[in-house]
């Protein structure tokens, strides 16, 4: 393959993971977050306790730009804030149980999707997706 042909793939695969997980997206109860909140509770659900600090800095954006995200996922139940036990002057922000229990059933909701699309798929099709899913995670981990 030539470069303007990996060019091409390049474009092709982009715009084809990032259809599907924009149609996934449209599946889920929490598809209503927008992208920043999304990202800040998934982060907190998978590394617990975190400053505003730590958030902003992750997510690239402003410490009033975070406040205001975690002002409204706390107005939505899905955070609280607590003070941090090993500095007082700091407050962490945590996941609560509607968070998780969210976070639960988008992943049963995403897992029956996909699960039903690759139902549909000839054995050809999903050895296929068999051989890119390997090579997306061998490129994943370089």
Do not use: C
Not at 5 to 14: N, S
Not at 77 to 94: A, F, I
Not at 116 to 122: G, I
């Amino acid at each position: 393959m030539d470069s303007r042909e990996i060019a091409d793939l390049t474009d092709e695969l982009q715009r084809a993971v990032t259809r599907i997980y924009r149609r996934v997206l449209t599946e889920l109860p929490s598809h209503q977050l927008p992208n920043t909140q999304r990202s800040v509770l998934n982060h907190l659900l998978k590394h617990g306790p975190e400053t505003a600090r730590v958030l902003s800095d992750r997510e690239r954006v402003s410490p009033p730009a975070m406040t205001q995200t975690i002002n409204t996922l706390q107005a939505a139940g899905l955070v609280t804030r607590s003070p941090d036990p090993s500095d007082g002057r700091k407050v962490l922000v945590s996941a609560t149980d509607a968070a998780h229990e969210l976070n639960s059933t988008s992943q049963r909701v995403k897992h029956a999707w996909l699960h039903e699309r690759l139902s549909e798929l000839s054995d050809d099709e999903l050895q296929a997706l068999d051989i890119a899913r390997r090579v997306f995670d061998t490129m994943a981990d370089s």
